[in-house]
């Protein structure tokens, strides 16, 4: 048998030849994507077994990034559009991801028993300490999407010396009111529960859009082979208690925050309020609207100030939809429906946007960003991944993560712009928003320390 002899191959000539530095890079990172598998553990807990993958390798002195997705989706199918992104290569090699599971959401799960007691969303953030315990770690920058942000800021709330940091997703820290709850048992009569979910993920808009990646996650939940698991996960959402959030309060979360929100988040249980305006101004508002909707539209807009009406509406510019009691009937563009003297609107606010900006003003300004993301529908780590990395690597250098040199040019652009706009402002005590649309040009303020609000 001829006898195997050990080789060396030098490559002298370039790897991919004729390619530039750039495409060489995408290529390096598109091979340690593909070899960075993941490990998939599952830890018991006191309410049971749980799943999680842990990609890369734990770096000293750095907190785990840590997820936990929304109802209907598992870790895969909620980040992996954001952590496979590109850009966002350069944050990842600098941490250790977590990435957890809800229980019975894990690719295989078989389906529980009939009568299972599935964990409160309470009791699943009280999951999280087995499995950094099991995997030694002190400290965590949470990421989580909708049911997911809850879990953390819970976890956050409780465990506050671990978490250093949390991105929250379309968080929605309120329990279900009367209303929502009798929106949801309406809309239960006529949907299925896979439609439900959808409506939660998305905005209506974008289901009858039903573009490549609607059609992608609607097939995702509807042919779930554990869709009565994630009909548990969805009961445990919507029976969640409220954070009781309270701004300087006992109950704040302590860590950097950053509130992220699609501009067109879904409208769940938005609300319609018929208002009628005079030529001098509002005389009658009619219509549905849910509890606390005035405090909320008061915490969105301010007091005092004309948000909807002649004024600051502008017909056929203002985008805006029709709906009553969760179900959207249809949307357009905003203009009187009946004219001279007074004039109606329809009016609908996305409850879920209101909902951040409620959160947002419970929480410590000096710590909270709020990132209103454009063109991003109800899921912005899918369809803005790019938009949501950049924040990212911006909410990490403001902790003191990211050395600026990781950063893009756009970024460190705006870093620049924002110490000049912070020092022209002085001590700004309360939240603001920045906008980065295309449109106005401006741009977004400080980093956590500084609350900022970024629309972009
Ligand atoms: C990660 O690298 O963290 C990751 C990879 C695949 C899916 C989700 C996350």
């Given at each position: 048998?001829?006898?195997?002899?050990?080789?060396?191959?030098?490559?002298?000539?370039?790897?991919?030849?004729?390619?530039?530095?750039?495409?060489?890079?995408?290529?390096?990172?598109?091979?340690?994507?593909?070899?960075?598998?993941?490990q998939?553990?599952?830890?018991?807990?006191?309410?049971?077994?749980?799943?999680?993958?842990?990609?890369?390798?734990?770096?000293?002195?750095?907190?785990?990034?840590?997820?936990?997705?929304?109802?209907?989706?598992?870790?895969?199918?909620?980040?992996?559009?954001?952590?496979?992104?590109?850009?966002?290569?350069?944050?990842i090699?600098?941490?250790?991801?977590?990435?957890?599971?809800?229980?019975?959401?894990?690719?295989?799960?078989?389906?529980?028993?009939?009568?299972?007691?599935?964990?409160?969303?309470?009791?699943?953030?009280?999951?999280?300490?087995?499995?950094?315990?099991?995997?030694?770690?002190?400290?965590?920058?949470?990421?989580?999407?909708?049911?997911?942000?809850?879990?953390?800021?819970?976890?956050a709330?409780?465990?506050?010396?671990?978490?250093?940091?949390?991105?929250?997703?379309?968080?929605?820290?309120n329990?279900?009111?009367?209303?929502?709850?009798?929106?949801?048992?309406?809309?239960?009569?006529?949907?299925?529960?896979?439609?439900?979910?959808?409506?939660?993920?998305?905005?209506?808009?974008?289901?009858?859009?039903?573009?490549?990646?609607?059609?992608?996650?609607?097939?995702?939940?509807?042919?779930?082979?554990?869709?009565?698991?994630?009909?548990?996960?969805?009961?445990?959402?919507?029976?969640?208690?409220?954070?009781?959030?309270?701004?300087?309060?006992?109950?704040?979360?302590?860590?950097?925050?950053?509130?992220?929100?699609?501009?067109?988040?879904?409208?769940?249980?938005?609300?319609?309020?018929?208002?009628?305006?005079?030529?001098?101004?509002?005389?009658?508002?009619?219509?549905?609207?849910?509890?606390?909707?005035?405090?909320?539209?008061q915490?969105?807009?301010?007091?005092?100030?004309?948000?909807?009406?002649?004024?600051?509406?502008?017909?056929?510019?203002?985008?805006?939809?029709?709906?009553?009691?969760?179900?959207?009937?249809?949307?357009?563009?905003?203009?009187?429906?009946?004219?001279?003297?007074?004039?109606?609107?329809?009016v609908?606010?996305?409850?879920?946007?209101?909902?951040?900006?409620?959160?947002?003003?419970?929480?410590?300004?000096?710590?909270?960003?709020?990132?209103?993301?454009?063109?991003?529908?109800?899921?912005?780590?899918?369809?803005?991944?790019?938009?949501?990395?950049?924040?990212?690597?911006?909410?990490?250098?403001g902790?003191g993560?990211?050395?600026?040199s990781?950063?893009?040019?756009?970024s460190?652009?705006?870093?620049?712009?924002?110490?000049?706009?912070?020092?022209?402002?002085?001590?700004?005590?309360?939240?603001?928003t920045?906008?980065?649309?295309?449109?106005?040009?401006?741009?977004?303020?400080?980093?956590?320390?500084?609350?900022?609000?970024?629309?972009?």
């Amino acid at each position: 048998m001829a006898e195997l002899r050990e080789v060396q191959i030098t490559e002298e000539k370039p790897l991919l030849p004729g390619h530039t530095p750039e495409v060489a890079k995408e290529a390096e990172l598109a091979a340690r994507i593909l070899l960075d598998q993941g490990q998939t553990h599952s830890v018991e807990t006191p309410y049971g077994s749980v799943t999680f993958t842990v990609y890369g390798t734990p770096k000293p002195k750095r907190p785990a990034i840590l997820t936990y997705h929304d109802v209907g989706l598992n870790y895969k199918s909620c980040f992996q559009p954001l952590f496979q992104f590109g850009d966002m290569q350069e944050i990842i090699q600098n941490f250790v991801r977590v990435h957890v599971d809800a229980p019975g959401m894990e690719e295989g799960a078989p389906v529980f028993p009939l009568g299972y007691q599935y964990p409160s969303l309470d009791q699943l953030a009280d999951m999280i300490p087995c499995i950094l315990q099991y995997l030694n770690f002190s400290a965590v920058i949470g990421v989580g999407a909708g049911a997911g942000a809850y879990v953390l800021s819970r976890y956050a709330l409780t465990h506050p010396d671990t978490v250093e940091g949390l991105v929250l997703i379309n968080i929605d820290p309120n329990a279900k009111g009367w209303m929502d709850w009798a929106a949801h048992k309406l809309t239960g009569l006529t949907s299925s529960i896979p439609e439900m979910i959808l409506g939660h993920l998305f905005s209506q808009e974008e289901l009858s859009g039903n573009s490549e990646l609607i059609q992608k996650y609607r097939n995702i939940i509807t042919h779930a082979p554990n869709l009565e698991n994630i009909e548990l996960y969805w009961n445990s959402y919507n029976n969640r208690r409220d954070l009781n959030l309270e701004r300087g309060g006992a109950v704040t979360l302590k860590c950097p925050v950053m509130l992220v929100v699609g501009d067109q988040a879904p409208h769940e249980d938005a609300v319609v309020s018929r208002e009628f305006w005079g030529g001098r101004g509002r005389v009658g508002v009619l219509g549905w609207w849910s509890e606390g909707y005035l405090a909320k539209r008061q915490a969105l807009f301010g007091t005092g100030r004309a948000t909807v009406g002649p004024k600051r509406l502008i017909p056929g510019k203002n985008k805006m939809g029709m709906g009553l009691m969760g179900k959207e009937l249809g949307s357009g563009s905003l203009g009187p429906l009946e004219g001279r003297g007074r004039r109606e609107y329809n009016v609908i606010h996305s409850a879920s946007c209101l909902h951040q900006v409620e959160c947002n003003s419970k929480l410590d300004p000096t710590q909270t960003s709020f990132l209103k993301m454009a063109d991003s529908g109800g899921q912005p780590q899918l369809t803005q991944p790019g938009k949501l990395t950049e924040a990212f690597k911006y909410f990490l250098q403001g902790m003191g993560y990211m050395a600026s040199s990781c950063m893009t040019r756009l970024s460190r652009s705006r870093t620049a712009s924002l110490t000049s706009a912070a020092s022209i402002d002085g001590n700004r005590s309360r939240s603001r928003t920045l906008s980065q649309s295309s449109e106005s040009g401006t741009l977004p303020s400080g980093p956590p320390g500084h609350t900022m609000e970024v629309s972009c």
